[in-house]
């Protein structure tokens, strides 16, 4: 009887344990949920050097206001806006040759 026990159990402790090895990991919008919005700091690119002082895609001077960067061959660009940043990856090499 002992044998026909042995195999349920086993595998009855790997179903189990498979489950315990998984990491938990929470999406940033579920991270947020924990969070206070009000305590939301925006990024601090005061000490940051940028290669150019204009936004790539709209021009805007980057002492204004960066919302977000992008490195691209070794240099470190400032937008304005995501959509800005995106809209330079999309060809960064036609940006630059605007500039």
Do not use: R, W
């Not at 090895?21 to 925006?42: I, L, R, W, Y």
């Not at 000490?47 to 002492?63: A, E, I, R, W």
């Not at 206001?65 to 800005?84: I, L, M, N, P, S």
């Amino acid at each position: 009887m002992f044998t026909k026990l042995l195999p349920a159990i086993a595998i009855t402790a790997l179903l189990f344990s498979c489950g315990a090895n998984e990491k938990k990991t929470e999406t940033p919008a579920a991270a947020m949920q924990h969070h206070d919005s009000t305590a939301v700091q925006k990024p601090d690119f005061t000490m940051v050097h940028f290669d150019l002082d204009k936004d790539l895609s709209c021009g805007m001077p980057v002492k204004a206001g960066v919302e977000d960067t992008a490195h691209y061959k070794g240099k470190v660009y400032g937008f304005c806006a995501k959509e800005c940043k995106e809209d330079f990856l999309k060809d960064p090499e036609a940006a630059l040759a605007k500039k």
